[in-house]
């Protein structure tokens, strides 16, 4: 499965080599064939990467192949990488007239050497590429179409009968199924209900013990039962449907002839059909099976089986059946069931304790139950059930047993770019709750997201991970104070560990060996000597493109600047490094040598100041400082991160001020703090004003400004940051510390600081005007407000019509008089929504 994660890097260095600044640039260094000879020869590649990682489990000369095509493809991608790097840094420095100014510069003799250095290393490694690409010619690989997801690999085809003695634990969800088909149809005569779960939860067995129960005969006319699998395709499911409702299959029958015939078959009859397997994602397939469905009597049911929440969303997003595992008592019944055989006996209070410890890891799941059941009915001892303990669910996931091909086709039918996805979260521990927003720009970091002309890469690569959470990849968690978090099932993530293979690894303080090939590594817990014994163990694997270290949240560790200098000097190809929640006091300049990277988390740290170096960063899309705290100042020359997309200083309390410059940074989408300086920003060079925020109109989320009170023209220069021209904002908060507040312009402030009417959450701390600004009356979307500290503040203006509104939190505002509830006819237009809504329509919560 080597092809998951080289999939995407191919993907990537195609679209990098068709961009315009590559085209341009080689034309100058005269590369541009040598770069247009590697992007048809990656192009070749990729189109036969499906077929080789199909063959490469029994051909090992094609997994030998893809092993030494990968080793040659990232180093490709590492050199187009530079080639890029140096490419955009010198466009940006001439102002983007790349052809007069740029041309002169490579011209000039300092560059000579580098543009001949470069030259010979991209005419090098397109004969690199050339020589692998020959080789693939001896094993006759398949050329695949884009996006081409069909399989060989075939899964036994199903069929509608179970003995009932031998379903456990599915009572409740059968009378549940029963129960939505008994109930007559709302609009149309025929309805279905998809019943959705991960592969081995028993999906199919729940559908026949429901086919077969009494009930159900004696209440349909016609029963019918399709195993879809693989391909969607109308004339071969309506053959198999009038197959299964005559008990012949039709021979040479044209579509026409046969939707004749399935019409007749059904014709006023109310029937069920069952279709077990559904993979097809297409509306129009579906749509165009579902017409010729229509003909039978008022009641007619389908039931549907899939792994994909998105199949069922198309089919039916009314009444979607979502299969949960067994619990702890009918998973032990199942074992029970399978692991102790007539006579063999079950009140072993050791064989019953190794067992249930055993079941845990299952998760309720019966396929993987059944199969570790299978492998200790063989087993008759306490130390042979203890040795099966320490290894069954690697022996289940071995090839030939039945919950590797089950739970890898659900992997097999994933489009080439959620496969990169999903095998680099191989990465993360088992039990780990991952957080969206940083996996998303991990993706992002290592290039596996598509580009789109309508889209943000954020938006794609969120549309990627809800098409995993479709899937049942992830599953939905609650995290700490409310937040949503995710986290992968044990058997997926044992899938997830099996494609990825070499490629990415999870390293723990007990690890003894990595292997030098590894590019994406997790460190778990590997903390002061521990971390050093686990570096001298990666410095060898010298091409990592990931090194993620984690700890315990609530707990932090050390890691001195010696143990960084060694990750710079070593890992030169990294494009995310995390080490956050570490005691980091101090970053080593020789971080402006990884010049590829994209992701760099520092936050939870000791640092008082970042390095100048940091800025050398061109390629650098998240910078992750959060609780910082001890950190004052950020890289004055911040302006040079011109791909910055995500700067997330939140918490970073002994921030002093912003730097001169950050309004340059026009792609940045987070930036959830904003210091107002003491120093005036027009007499400091290095400080920037509020006026930064002008033209960050890509911001989203949250964003907080703190030290109002510092501002010395208020209203200029708050009306300059422009708040209102933030459309994407969610939350805005707005502090004053009254202790500093010598001007007593906080009216001005908050007039000039209205934000866009899209914005959800306002929050206003220590303001120390008497009036509040009548703008707070037209934010129609408004649904929570939080005024605190509001003590001279007197009136506010009208709430009571928000649409939208559903909590108000005033407090300590020991001044406040009224909140107006008169006609505000002149701050609302007559027009407006907020005029005509009923008194506080939504409010859930009032407090003061």
């Not at 000039?108 to 490694?125: P, T, Y």
């Not at 001005?748 to 509040?772: I, T």
Request: a negative charge.
């Amino acid at each position: 499965m080597a092809e998951a994660i080289l999939f995407g890097v191919a993907r990537k260095m195609i679209e990098s080599l068709g961009s315009e600044i590559f085209q341009e640039i080689g034309s100058l260094w005269g590369v541009k064939d040598e770069l247009q000879n590697i992007k048809s020869t990656v192009s070749r590649i990729q189109a036969v990467l499906q077929d080789a990682a199909e063959q490469q489990n029994h051909n090992h000369q094609v997994r030998d192949w893809l092993e030494k095509l990968k080793d040659v493809v990232y180093d490709a991608d590492d050199l187009l990488g530079e080639f890029f790097t140096e490419a955009s840094r010198r466009r940006a420095m001439s102002g983007n007239k790349i052809k007069k100014e740029v041309r002169t510069f490579f011209s000039s003799s300092n560059q000579v050497a580098f543009r001949i250095e470069m030259s010979g290393k991209i005419k090098a490694m397109r004969k690199k590429l050339d020589a692998i690409a020959k080789e693939n010619r001896d094993f006759n690989l398949k050329v695949s179409p884009p996006e081409n997801y069909s399989l060989n690999m075939q899964r036994e085809e199903t069929h509608s009968f179970v003995p009932n003695e031998e379903v456990i634990g599915r009572e409740g969800d059968k009378e549940a199924i029963i129960k939505l088909l008994l109930e007559p149809n709302n609009e149309e005569n025929l309805s279905v209900i998809p019943i959705v779960g991960i592969g081995g939860l028993g999906k199919t067995t729940l559908a026949q013990f429901v086919y077969n129960d009494e009930n159900v005969d004696k209440h349909f006319e016609l029963k019918m039962w399709v195993c879809v699998s693989d391909a969607f395709e109308l004339k071969i499911i309506v053959e198999k449907i009038i197959a299964s409702a005559t008990g012949k299959k039709p021979e040479d029958l044209h579509i026409d002839q046969l939707q004749i015939l399935l019409r007749k078959n059904i014709d006023k009859k109310k029937y069920l059909l069952v279709l077990d397997d559904v993979w097809n994602e297409s509306h129009d397939k579906w749509d165009n099976l579902k017409r010729l469905l229509k003909g039978g009597a008022e009641g007619s049911k389908i039931i549907m089986t899939t792994r994909s929440k998105l199949v069922a969303e198309i089919t039916s997003p009314v009444s979607i059946y979502t299969l949960n595992g067994l619990s702890d008592d009918e998973s032990w019944s199942l074992f029970e069931q399978i692991a102790f055989r007539k006579g063999q006996e079950t009140n072993n209070p050791g064989l019953k304790e190794i067992g249930k410890e055993i079941l845990v890891r299952c998760h309720g799941v019966p396929l993987a139950i059944k199969s570790i059941g299978r492998v200790l009915c063989l087993e008759k001892t306490e130390s042979e059930w203890s040795r099966v303990k320490a290894n069954v669910l690697t022996n289940i996931l071995q090839p030939g047993d039945d919950i590797f091909p089950i739970l890898k086709l659900s992997y097999d039918y994933l489009p080439s770019h959620l496969k990169s996805c999903f095998a680099y979260c191989s990465m993360f521990p088992k039990d780990y709750e991952i957080e969206k927003e940083m996996v998303v720009r991990l993706w992002i970091a290592q290039g596996f997201i598509q580009l789109s002309n309508t889209k943000q890469l954020e938006e794609v690569a969120n549309e990627y991970f809800k098409d995993l959470l479709w899937r049942s990849f992830f599953e939905e968690v609650g995290g700490k104070f409310g937040n949503l978090k995710y986290k992968m099932h044990d058997l997926i993530h044992d899938l997830a560990e099996s494609v990825a293979m070499v490629d990415c690894k999870l390293v723990d303080r007990d690890s003894k060996n990595v292997d030098e090939k590894i590019r994406h590594v997790s460190c778990q817990n590997c903390i002061g000597s521990s971390f050093n014994e686990t570096l001298s163990l990666l410095v060898k694997a010298k091409k990592i493109r990931t090194l993620l270290q984690r700890s315990d949240e609530d707990y932090f560790n050390w890691l001195d600047e010696s143990m960084l200098n060694t990750i710079t000097s070593n890992f030169r190809s990294l494009r995310a490094l995390g080490i956050g929640g570490l005691r980091i006091t101090r970053v080593p300049n020789s971080i402006g040598n990884l010049i590829h990277l994209k992701y760099l988390d520092l936050s939870r740290s000791s640092i008082i100041t970042l390095p100048e170096a940091i800025t050398r960063l061109w390629n650098l899309q998240t910078l992750k400082v959060f609780s910082c705290r001890s950190l004052k100042e950020l890289p004055k020359d911040i302006k040079e991160l011109v791909n910055l997309r995500h700067l997330d200083d939140n918490e970073c309390g002994a921030l002093s001020n912003m730097p001169r410059g950050l309004g340059q940074l026009t792609c940045l989408q987070t930036l959830p703090l904003f210091v107002v300086s003491k120093d005036s920003s027009s007499t400091s060079k290095h400080v920037g004003g509020l006026g930064e925020l002008n033209q960050l109109n890509n911001i989203r989320g949250t964003l907080e400004i703190t030290h109002l009170e510092r501002l010395e023209d208020a209203n200029s220069e708050c009306k300059a940051a422009n708040i209102s021209g933030k459309q994407h904002l969610e939350e805005l908060i707005l502090r004053w510390d009254q202790e500093g507040n010598i001007n007593n312009d906080d009216e001005k402030s908050l007039d000039g600081l209205q934000p866009h009417q899209n914005l959800k959450y306002l929050s206003v701390q220590g303001y120390g005007g008497v009036r509040f600004s009548s703008w707070l009356s037209l934010l129609a979307n408004l649904v929570e407000i939080e005024i605190l500290n509001g003590t001279r503040c007197q009136h506010l203006p009208r709430l009571s019509q928000l649409p939208s509104l559903q909590s108000l939190r005033l407090s300590d505002m020991k001044d406040l008089e009224y909140i107006s509830d008169g006609d505000i006819s002149e701050e609302v237009p007559a027009s407006s929504t907020v005029s005509s809504t009923p008194f506080f329509p939504l409010l859930k919560s009032l407090e003061s």
